[in-house]
């Protein structure tokens, strides 16, 4: 390697050796300055939130308060399609809960033995 070329390999070295430590405190300084930021705009929005629950009462203010319902904006076609699909969704559900029921009727009645004839006739059979 060439005597000038390893000169200014050297320089650029140690000027980006002293950039570095500048650079590192200005961005603590930075890190710094925003948490300091985040805490006061925390405390801004605490008391904000303490005022206005001692001036709000619950007389004034409705309890539940639901926001409307976004309107979706479908096609005709594609609304007929989730209608038929929901539907099918449905009536499968309630198959389901009908089978589940005859099912559970059924297994009922067949653990139970059938009932046996009295042993005491009184017509000898």
Do not use: H
Not at 11 to 34: S, V, Y
Not at 102 to 115: F, H, L, N, V, Y
């Amino acid at each position: 390697m060439k005597l000038k070329n390893l000169r200014k390999k050297i320089q650029r070295l140690e000027k980006r050796l002293q950039e570095g430590p500048k650079k590192l405190a200005r961005l603590k300084q930075k890190l710094q300055a925003a948490e300091a930021a985040k805490a006061m705009k925390a405390a801004r929005k605490s008391a904000a939130r303490a005022t206005e629950a001692k001036f709000s009462t619950d007389a004034t203010k409705p309890s539940s308060v639901k926001k409307p319902k976004r309107k979706l904006n479908l096609s005709p076609e594609r609304r007929a399609q989730l209608s038929a699909e929901m539907k099918a969704r449905w009536a499968a559900k309630r198959a389901a809960q009908a089978n589940a029921k005859s099912d559970s009727a059924g297994q009922d009645s067949a653990q139970q033995p059938p009932p046996k004839a009295p042993e005491n006739r009184p017509d000898g059979a």
